[in-house]
């Protein structure tokens, strides 16, 4: 039987030698569109699809493969009846197709990619012929992956043909191929009618998930815990940024550095954020981030030890010199971008301290959590909605002094795990109380991190206060105005609580729980 050989790609990787390859063991070979050019140009002899099947490409390159004269001699079964038909119908038969897609992923990841150049992306003769040959893997061999070319080599070299075991390997890695290709794009339109307004915040019936493994991870979050890093993208880095040195990030790590990434991000002025088993120990803003490191360290400088830091603007030499001053042990530093002198002296003094840059890479429009027999899925939270509503609800307002110190103490608390209670001054958290079961004992760790620094610094918390006692804990640590959300039935006893203490309290009216 003739040894006919159809040849569809987009990734040119390695195709000119596997094709001279083939022609040495007397394979025939047929190509389309830029294929067929390529190994034209490389003076190759190769039947274009269009000659085979005396038919042109038409829609602009859109129709090349989809014709009988491709798909018969795909999908004939090496059976006398199918073997008669094709030779009834002039149909040759075709044992090996080697295709990969049009880059969807890749074009789509790209800013500023229109809907008609994305639609333009969407193979349909690619996926088409993949399908059709691994449907028929007990005759014809699927190639999608270059890296599978030297395999089939070998086994054409010594045999004349693939084995049925590779035959099917191959056929599962093209429809392994195939869905990945279609979940990425029934993502990127799921992620399209997610942007359009809506009257209610409907979340998807379905949700589809395209991910890759593209770091395996020594464990998880103990050493008895197998783990990997699955992104979008195959070239996707650890949080969609790049690690400059260091170890690679572990589970606990990557963790860790996002929570410190979305926190300081949250900040407009220069901001480091310090963060220890996913929350916050340390927040400061400052002019510069040589400024801001210190304050966020004296918020907790026994907790900062061993924990991971987050700028929110590049790291130069200045931030350099206050972190080797402090003597700080720090497992890994994520940040827009790193001086070259600030890489060079990290790279001589700690070059274990892994250094992740983070450009500007968007949240995903959901949050997955996964629970025994299902996924949560929710919307981020991105703060306090437009609608938003801040009152003042005790007799006293607070000064222009606690106004600049509850803003942030409210944007810092919104980042701790519930229940979160933040005391902080103008530009920087003196003592956090989070992950507590009791609200009031949150008040009260808050309250021993901080000590004398509780004195005139205000207080936030993430939920309201059931009961009056987390407002008087705060008053006795010296803390002078509250930030909350309000809404519990026994409002009015904490409101009064305040006024007998002489505090200003400000009411949300949104709440901020980070489980």
Same mark, same amino acid.
Request: hydrophobic residues 45%; proline residues 5%.
């Given at each position: 039987m003739?040894?006919?050989?159809l ?8 195709l ?5 390859s ?8 047929i ?13 190759l002899?190769?039947t274009p699809?269009s ?11 859109r129709v ?7 798909h018969g ?11 008669a038909e ?9 044992t ?22 994305a ?12 399908r059709?040959a ?16 030297d ?12 084995s ?5 390997r ?11 290709y279609?979940?990425?794009?029934t993502a990127?339109?799921?992620r399209?009618?997610a942007?359009e ?13 395209? +991910?890759? /493994?593209?770091? #395996? =991870?020594?464990y ?6 197998? *783990? @990997?890093?699955? !992104?979008?993208? &195959? ?7 790049? +690690?400059l /040195?260091?170890? #690679? =990030? ?8 996002d *929570? @410190?990434?979305? !926190?300081?991000? &949250?900040?407009?002025?220069p901001?480091v954020?310090?963060?220890k088993?996913l929350?916050p ?10 400024? @801001?490191?210190?304050?966020?360290? &004296?918020?907790?400088?026994v907790?900062?030890?061993?924990g ?5 603007r ?14 700080l042990f720090v497992?890994?530093i ?5 001086a070259s ?10 070059r ?6 983070l450009?500007d ?8 959590r ?10 981020p939270?991105?703060g ?14 607070p ?9 942030f ?11 979160a ?10 003592g ?7 609200r ?6 808050a ?5 004398d620094?509780?004195q005139?610094a205000v ?29 519990s039935?026994r409002?009015q ?7 007998r ?15």
């Open positions: 003739k040894k006919q050989a040849l569809s790609v987009y990734d040119k990787t390695g000119i030698p596997f094709a001279q083939l022609i040495k063991l007397g394979w025939t070979l190509a389309s569109g830029g294929t067929a050019r390529t190994l034209q140009e490389a003076q002899p190769v699809v000659d085979l099947t005396q038919t042109p490409e038409i829609l602009g390159g090349k493969t989809l014709h009988p004269a491709i001699g795909i999908l004939a079964r090496d059976t006398p009846a199918d073997m094709l030779t009834q119908h002039g149909i040759t038969p075709i090996l197709v080697v295709c990969n897609l049009y880059p969807f992923q890749d074009t789509v990841s790209r800013a500023g990619i229109s809907l008609n150049e639609v333009e992306q969407i193979d349909i003769g690619g996926v088409t012929l993949l059709a691994a449907k028929n893997f007990a005759r014809v061999t699927v190639i999608c992956d270059p890296a599978d070319y395999r089939v080599l070998s086994e054409l070299q010594a045999n004349g043909k693939t049925e075991t590779t035959r099917l191959l056929a599962v890695k093209a429809f392994q191929h195939t869905r990945d279609d979940n990425a794009i990127y339109f799921q399209l009618l942007e307004p809506t009257e209610t915040a409907v979340l998807p019936p379905r949700l589809t998930l395209h +991910l890759i /493994q593209t770091q #395996p =991870l020594r998880g979050e103990n050493p008895h815990q197998a *783990a @990997a890093l699955y !992104t979008t993208s &195959a070239d996707t880095g650890p949080l969609g940024g790049t +690690l /040195q260091g170890k #690679p =990030l572990s589970y606990n790590n990557l963790l860790d550095l *929570a @410190a990434w979305r !926190t300081a991000t &949250a900040f407009d002025n901001t954020v310090i963060v088993h929350s120990c340390g927040i400061a803003s400052a002019q510069i981030l040589a400024d @801001a490191f210190p304050a966020a360290l &004296a918020s907790d400088p907790s900062a030890f061993g991971v830091i987050a700028c929110n590049t790291v130069g030499m200045p931030f350099v010199q206050a972190l080797d001053h402090a003597r497992e890994a994520v940040a827009p971008g790193f002198e600030v890489r060079h002296w990290f790279a001589q003094h700690k274990n301290c892994r250094l992740l840059a450009g890479t968007e949240y995903t429009h959901l949050e997955l996964a629970i025994r027999g299902g996924v949560l899925a929710q919307q939270d991105t306090d909605p437009a609608s938003a509503n801040w009152r003042v609800v005790t007799d006293r307002e000064t222009e002094k606690e106004w600049e110190a509850l803003r103490a409210w944007l810092a608390v919104q980042h701790v795990k519930s229940n209670i933040v005391f902080a001054t103008r530009q920087a958290t003196v956090i109380g989070g992950g507590l079961p009791s009031v004992d949150a008040v009260k760790l309250a021993a991190k901080a000590r620094r509780a005139g207080m936030a918390s993430d939920a309201f206060f059931p009961f009056p006692d987390g407002v008087e804990e705060a008053a006795r640590a010296g803390i002078t105005a509250v930030i909350q959300p309000g809404g039935i409002d006893d904490v409101i009064n609580s305040a006024n203490l002489g505090l200003a309290m400000v009411f949300t009216g949104v709440r901020h729980f980070r489980h």
